[in-house]
């Protein structure tokens, strides 16, 4: 998984932000960088640890999209599709934010409206 992410982006990789079940195993000796492992105390800086939080904040959302967006079985035939899928699915959870948002902000007009009338009534 290493090389493709190398390949992929195009640079090296000098740091990683892992869960605990990661300890960089069968990692060829060309790849030298460090592995950061949530939870575990020690003097880190702030830079990993927003990386870590981050990470932790990502894992969240990739459980959700797997169980309210259909992402855990992919139901497109190719390999164009995965990133389809995968895009349709975070186009669905980008929508239920702004439905969200949307209901937040109606919700508190309303309650603005009710109490400016029964202020004026009074």
């Known amino acids: 998984m290493i090389p ?9 990789i000098q740091r990683i932000a892992a869960d605990k079940g990661y300890r960089g195993h069968n990692v060829r000796p060309e790849y ?3 592995i950061y492992i949530s939870g575990r105390k020690r ?7 927003r990386d ?9 959302v990739i459980g959700h999209l797997n ?16 990133a389809a899928n995968a ?3 975070a186009i669905g959870y980008n929508f239920s934010l702004i439905i969200t948002w949307l209901g937040l902000l109606l919700s508190l007009w309303l309650h603005e409206a ?9």
């Open 87 to 89: 895009s349709l699915a």
């Open 32 to 34: 030298k960088f460090r």
């Open 114 to 122: 009710i109490t400016s009338l029964i202020i004026q009534s009074a």
């Open 52 to 60: 870590l939080r981050r990470r932790a904040a990502v894992e969240a």
């Open 43 to 49: 003097d880190d800086t702030l830079r990993i640890k």
């Open 4 to 12: 493709g992410i190398v390949r992929l982006v195009g640079a090296t």
């Open 67 to 82: 169980a309210e967006h259909r992402m855990v079985r992919n139901y497109l035939a190719h390999h164009n599709d995965d």
